[in-house]
């Protein structure tokens, strides 16, 4: 079991905020992820409270990158779960770190590591600004889940290729227009940041779902 919940987005679901930023649950049936927290933490929370997701339940929190619309919400989900690990792109701000690091375990990422059972991150990737994705690996393939993909579609999915053929994407693909890679996946869920999301949305019309917070996946069935 591998369901994945879009908690923040900047489209919502009926009865939940939309805001610009991203952020998603992974529940694996033993552990919760957290990955990105938006950029409003109270709204992150109000959100999370209105799908029935009680924040104490996340054991590890992944950044993506260091960018304000991805971690704004970091202050009040610490406050919210004394208990989580935070996993940073290692290039983040020292002074970032050493605030985590007062109130949770930290943990930084540079080369591919496995976060979870079968839940792996990219490392970091990009040159400019470094950013990690992760890849959610099932019986039917692997999901690349980003951010808002600034190292590019290509970088992350051939850093995500040694965990097998690549099924689905979900997440911002910020202004990245190599269409051609996503062919042959079964599931593009893009949103948050993705300029050409009606080009993709013509070009891949069958696979292609809007991420906006509620949106629920069960990853195993795609
Ligand atoms: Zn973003
Ligand atoms: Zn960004």
Known sequence: MLRLTVLYDNEACPGLTG???????????????????GW???????????????????????????HWDHIGGLPEILNANSGITVYVPASFSENLKREIRKRAELIEVKESIEISDGIWSTGELGEKIKEQSLVLCTEKGSYVLTGCAHPGIAAILDAALCHGEVKGIIGGLHDDDRFERLEGMELIAAGHCTTHKEKIKELFRTKFMETQAGLKLELTTY
């Not at 805001?19 to 927290?37: K, N, Q, R, V």
């Open 19 to 37: 805001s610009w930023g991203f952020s998603a649950l992974i529940e694996t049936g033993t552990e919760t992820l957290l990955f990105d927290t």
């Open 40 to 66: 409003d933490g109270t709204l992150l929370l109000k959100n999370m409270e209105k799908i029935g997701i009680d924040p104490a339940c996340v054991n590890k929190l992944v950044l993506s990158h260091q």
